[in-house]
């Protein structure tokens, strides 16, 4: 089965770089996929996929096989990103500040490539795939936990589900996985310093917020260098500030902070959460002002099931073998799709999709992101052969 399904790979594979160029030139924001949501349906239509749509708005979920065994699930993210793009190739996005700069193009293509191959094969199956096109990773609360609420999990319930990532960092032809915690839960911290302006030659008239801003902010280094373990991977940033009112010598009346808080670690999460908000508070207090904090709760931490991914590992050494299939670090960027690893057996694993000769390095969430599209071919071979394997070991 393995020749087979790299003959469909291959088969595919300029059909894939169609379908992909037409995903990145017409990118759409997060819970806003309706074109996409129907061009998926149309490849599905094209190939005899059955399908339900409205998942979360504008999410497609289609299923291969015999529904009455077990199911395995294949799931790949939809949206783009808020980005200019300055690429200069064919392909480039026609819709202005919108971009595919984090590869949700390429997952959907190898998604698509993957359910073409799993058609093929259907009668080859021991049991279902079921192939989940989900809207909204980029934006909270994250179109994985809308799924889930919707019953993605259900009718047929999978036992487990597969996603994959573009990694530029990654090269053409390899691989990457990590077994156990892999990505970083992520909140969003936004705080409102509040305090009292005026002329800024009369400090002793005011309750400087621009001070008492930058001594929270000092005094929140507290939270990562002295409460957390240090064992416990944790970050604490932020990333932007402004005030309401103020000039070169005005004092504003309130201040904004905000910032992203990641760590990898529940019960620490939720500590965390409340020395961010303690410190805060009594540091404004303490100088004269208040702070009013608020905690938008991200996605949790992202685990690999250990047995999962080590199968998984297993197949990608048969498919591809050892010598392009890598061990992952631990990350504390985020992915929704660890709502679905916070329910039942997770992988997500990474596609090498960077090609230093050919000058493809750029990071995604940066205007000149790009792949080497060869990686499609990997990339719906792989989801492709996983599903079947792992349908035989179910």
């Known amino acids: 089965m393995k020749s087979k399904i790299l003959q469909l790979a291959e088969k595919y594979y300029d059909r894939l770089v169609v379908i992909r160029r037409h995903l990145h030139m017409h990118p759409e924001l997060s819970f806003q996929e309706e074109n996409t949501g129907k061009y998926i349906q149309s490849i599905l239509d094209e190939i005899g996929v059955q399908y339900s749509v409205g998942w979360a708005g504008t ?23 808020p980005i200019s793009e300055t690429n200069e190739v064919v392909y480039k996005s026609k819709n202005d500040g919108v971009m595919h700069a984090c590869g949700h193009d390429a997952h959907t293509t190898s998604l698509l490539g993957a359910a073409m191959i799993l058609k093929e094969i259907e009668d080859k199956l021991e049991g279902c795939v079921k192939i989940i096109f989900q809207p909204g990773e980029e934006k909270l609360p994250g179109g994985a936990s809308m799924l889930i609420k919707e019953g993605v999990l259900s009718n047929p319930g999978p036992l487990s589900i597969l996603g994959q990532h573009v990694h530029p ?38 309750i400087d917020t621009v001070l008492v801003a ?50 990898m670690d529940e019960e620490w999460r939720k500590t965390a959460h409340s020395r961010i908000k303690t410190i805060a508070e009594e540091t404004a207090r303490l100088m004269g002002g208040s702070c009013e904090v608020d905690i938008a709760i991200g996605y949790p931490c992202l685990i690999n099931e250990f047995g999962l991914t080590h199968r998984m590992k297993s197949y ?8 392009n299939v890598v061990d992952l670090p631990i990350r504390l960027t985020s992915e ?18 960077g090609n230093s000769e050919k000058g493809i390095v750029s990071p995604v969430h940066t205007s000149t992101f790009d792949i080497d599209e060869e990686a499609l071919k990997i990339g ?12 035989q070991h179910m």
């Open 380 to 391: 719906s071979g792989f989801m492709a052969f996983a599903a079947y394997r792992n349908l």
């Open 316 to 323: 990608a050494v048969e498919y591809l073998g050892a010598d």
């Open 214 to 263: 930058a001594r929270i902010l000092t005094n929140l280094q507290e939270v990562v260098a002295r409460n957390a373990n240090p064992a416990m991977p944790t970050v604490l940033s932020f990333g932007k500030i402004n005030s309401e009112g103020g000039a070169t010598n005005v004092i504003p009346d309130i201040v904004n902070i905000e910032g992203t808080f990641r760590t």
């Open 169 to 206: 960092p990654l090269e053409i032809g390899k691989l990457g996985f990590r077994p156990g915690k892999y990505m970083a839960s992520a909140d969003e911290i936004r705080l409102r310093v509040v305090g009292k302006g005026g002329h800024a030659a009369l400090p002793h008239n005011c």
């Open 336 to 353: 929704d799709f660890s709502w679905y690893s916070q329910e039942i057996p997770a992988c997500f694993y990474r596609l090498g999709t």
């Open 59 to 81: 999410g497609v979920v289609g299923l291969i096989g015999n529904s009455s065994g077990p199911c395995f699930a294949l799931r790949a993210d939809i949206d783009a990103l």
